[in-house]
């Protein structure tokens, strides 16, 4: 294996015609230049140079090297000023993964402080719902995964995933907007055990049964479905009632609907995964403070 140190310094002798003048070049003693020489030698297993009357004169091995010397310290160089940039945080590429409401929510805002700040460092924005988000961390397919937990239903994390807390979720309940429940303030589930209901995701429509549950009924769920939009609209033609993340709320309200919140209070927990070791990169380290912010906000208002 060459040390990139003697590759200098014997480009420096290639250049310079002798050690001489490579000591003078370098600002190093001579002696130095010989030690580093014999060195490099020893490392690829032959002579570099032969000395002929006064001059030094480059073998074929030496003319082999000499050849690629100063590539591979430009090589060099172009590493470690990527390296530079990394660090640095002049560039850098941050994939995160995001359940949608996430994703059109809390990822905007943070990347847009981001750009202002970091212009330089680049996010590939990915789309899950927890558990499956979870495991394309794991597998490494994204540095940052943002998911969602219910109260009895927490996240099994591996070992090497560190999770941080961002903030907790409100559920409302949405109605059309001629609905009965509609002039209270807040309202209990119990008093919707006679609705239709449109179920979102699995894991929400998991919490959701399991909340039913415990207050001693089944709900009849007409439609189920993934996309936000599609809840609300049916809900709108009073197909029937959803429950829904405030998240969602926050940037996507029908005009036909109602939302009011729960009582007692029911919540989500929303947090960002990240693999222990990636937290030592700056870019995702970076993205992952822009998230906490954004988030703080979020709870502040």
Not at 194 to 205: F, H, P, V
Request: glycine letters at 6%.
């Amino acid at each position: 294996m060459f040390d990139s140190r003697h590759i200098k310094t014997f480009h420096a002798v290639v250049t310079a015609g002798s050690y001489s003048a490579a000591a003078r070049a370098l600002g190093y003693t001579q002696p130095a230049i010989t030690q580093q020489m014999k060195a490099l030698e020893r490392s690829v297993g032959t002579p570099l140079f032969i000395r002929v009357g006064r001059r030094m004169r480059l073998t074929e091995a030496g003319e082999a090297l000499a050849r690629h010397a100063e590539t591979i310290l430009e090589s060099l160089t172009t590493a470690q000023q990527q390296m530079s940039s990394l660090t640095r945080l002049r560039s850098g590429r941050v994939r995160v993964c995001a359940f949608p409401s996430a994703s059109a929510t809390l990822v905007p805002e943070a990347l847009a402080g981001l750009a202002a700040a970091h212009p330089g460092v680049r996010v590939e924005l990915l789309e899950g719902e927890p558990p499956d988000s979870i495991h394309r961390l794991v597998r490494g397919e994204c540095d940052i995964t943002l998911a969602f937990t219910y109260p009895g239903l927490r996240e099994q994390v591996p070992d090497e995933v560190v999770e941080t807390r961002l903030m907790e979720d409100q559920l409302t309940i949405l109605m059309p907007t001629g609905h009965p429940l509609a002039r209270r303030r807040a309202v209990q589930l119990a008093d919707l055990t006679e609705e239709r209901w449109i179920a979102g995701c699995l894991r929400c429509r998991t919490n959701f049964l399991h909340e039913c549950a415990e207050l001693g009924f089944a709900p009849d769920i007409a439609f189920t479905t993934d996309d936000n939009l599609v809840v609300q609209s049916l809900v709108a033609e009073g197909l029937g009632v959803a429950m829904m993340p405030g998240l969602v709320l926050s940037f996507l309200r029908h005009e036909k609907i109602t939302g009011r919140a729960l009582d007692p209070a029911s919540r989500r927990q929303v947090s960002a995964y990240v693999l222990r070791e990636h937290l030592r990169v700056p870019a995702t380290a970076l993205v992952l403070d822009e998230l906490r912010a954004v988030a703080a906000r979020r709870v502040g208002c």
